[in-house]
């Protein structure tokens, strides 16, 4: 199963890919665009193709990712998904107030994240040992915060706020907050 | 000559102001000052990639620095330039005077003010809500002072009148009927500003009938200047009313009477406060990019534009999917309805590589007619804002998708490779690209101090901000947040990194400032804020 470590090294890899064709394309049009001659204009219906394919583009983007990256769908049905553990967590004064002091999770279990802000815009965020993300979303008061996960790694990680709420919040961090047990892999950077 | 008979007079005597019409001073006034705010938002960048690899400042300080570096950046800076450029440009390519010489100077003055106030809230009194102002963090007293977040929204208030006044003369010029001049038809100079008659004229073709206007009442970088500034219009009036909103907060306190922040919906605020704001991003910058563009591949070709009805029609599309795309900024609220997420968040914001695909593509192609170009200052520049724009789009399209949000919003990546890449490479590139091709105009016939210099400024600009995005977007990947405040060098190496691009961005303006001082003279620069003594209402000087 895929987690946030694999689709950000795929985005990595793609987006560099990307980038050096871009950079290159660019390099080879300004070099060709002093030397030359032009041979009149290019036919509209490769324009239209090119229009075509942009249009494929942007829509095949979400269509791959929401049949690839595993949190997607059960995010947008979370509303009709049972969840098997409830963690009720409070944010005020710049502090996360945990149900208890660490949240013990098993492996492959749905478990539901309800957040409530009692002053300011937050953000909770799930981060490994290295600060690598595995998960983020706005705390916003007098709004439902949910988010509803499932891990398949055993580890440790960070709560962390993914939003500033001031210069007080600015380091608003829970070390060793959640513990993932009985998977049969483990998450290397969250141990 | 010596240096600093040079750096007083100029280049092969500098620049005559007192040849310069009302319009070419005001225009560049404006821009200088842009110039100049363009700097402070350097130093504050440099400021931050120096912090971000070994803080030397205290958490206040570092926060109020990342408040006001966008205000300066986008307003001080951005929005001057290109008021200054679009000023001269619309009378110029519309052949009739600029409505009034007056507002445009008391926009500039407006702004400046507005964006030195601002600043001033941040600097004296640390402010430190962040651009983004999140309900109810702004009024938040227990962290700011009430008079600070007064002097803010003062300020604010002041670069918003300013650009109202500048949407008004704007308007005005190519709707107004000049003294002497047979009555111009209305419906036909809306229907053009609006690129309906580039539309009408395709559905027109696809019917095989004759097209519905041959000759455009508006040409399309003015039509571009027109629709982006309506959805400046918007954006102002959004701000605006959140300032109003910030500032019964801030009197109430003021007052001593209690006011309860939670009878504000904060996601309610936040959809109607983004829904503004990025009609700056995705509405004023995409559509007046795409103009400047289309004028500065003309002017470089001497050609007309490729696909020009499809141009206009995709500018109007543009407007429209600007008006659609906010949701993508609120992805991660959860309480955030999932049909907007989709909708607006994914889908109409998709269409944005579309619109700007086509702007990238039309603009290629219309130069690429003209082979062989001369690589002159204004085409490498040109190609440089096309390929900011080229990296930028996809990255922030790749950002607004359901899946890759949960983990990449607000890191780096956003403001990194997107956010940075756009506005430093994309968007300062291309305003560069006008700088050098007006600059001649604007001075009568200026003479640049160095051509070495200006590739300077070229390269160093180029890799600094692709650099600096990159890294930054490396350091997001691995989960680095944008706005959280590290101190124990986690991400040093991508930090580092992105200091020493960062740092080229600062030796590439300072460059730049150089070569116009040198090219103008300090006698030109100082001449062009006295009133000019040609009493005109033309653009340019009957002899130029």
Redesign the interface.
Known sequence: MLD?AD??SA??LV?TI??VA??LL?GW??F???????K???R?KL?YS??AL??F???T??IL??N??P??SN??KRNEIKPEQTFHIEVADHKFILPQKKLMIQCGKTVLFDLDSK???Y?F?L??H?????????V????????LWQFHKNGTYNI?????????G??MKVDGAVEVVGCKDTDPRAS | MSFVNEFVNGNEGGLKHEGLTPVQKVTLRTVVVGLLFYGLTAIEGMMMRVQEIEPFLG??H??SVMTVHPIVGIFGSTYLIVFGAFVFLVPYLMKKPLYSIRIANITWVLIALGALTSWSAGFLF?Y???Y?L????PV?FN??MPAAALIFVLGIAFIMIGTVLFIFNIFATVFYTERGHEKRPIKPLVLSALGIDGLLNLLRKLRKKPPYSKDPAVSLPVAAIFRGSIDTLFDAFVILSVGVLLLVYIIAKMTGTSMD??SI???LY?NWFWWGLDLIADGLVLIYVAGAWYLLASLITGKKL??EN?ARAALLIELIVSWGVWSHH?L????QP?MMKLASG??IT??E??TQ??AI?VT??T?????????TNP??FL?GG??GF??AV??G??QA????N??L???QWIIG?HVHVAILVGLTMTLHSAIYLLFPILTNGGKLWSQKLANFHFWAHLLGG?GMG?FM??AG?????R?????NG??NTYMILAGICGAFLLFAWIAFIFNIVMSVGLKGLIGIFLPSKLKTKDTLPEAA
């Open positions: 946030s689709v950000l985005l990595h987006y990307y980038s871009i950079i660019f049009l300004a060709k665009l002093t030397g030359g001659k032009a009149g204009l290019l509209p324009f090119y229009v942009l249009v583009i942007g829509v983007i979400h990712t929401f690839t990256i949190w997607v995010d947008l002053d300011l815009t953000g965020g981060v490994r290295d600060e690598s993300l595995v998960f983020q979303i706005q916003v008061p007098g709004s439902k915060n949910t988010l962390r706020s993914t939003e500033y709420s001031g210069p007080k600015a380091s | 958490t206040d570092f926060f640390s430190a809500p962040l983004t999140y309900w109810p963090l938040d962290q700011f922040a939670s919906d904060a996601l936040k490729y696909m499809v609120l991660s609220d959860q309480a999932n994914e889908m998709a269409f590589l579309v695909g086509i593509f290629l192609v130069l690429w007619s003209a082979r062989p170009l001369k690589m085409l490498k190609l096309m390929l080229a990296l996809p990255a399209i790749l998708d359901l899946g890759l949960r983990i919003h607000n890191t490779p692709i990159a977007g490396m990947l691995d989960g680095m947040l706005r959280s405040w590290y101190v986690e991400f």
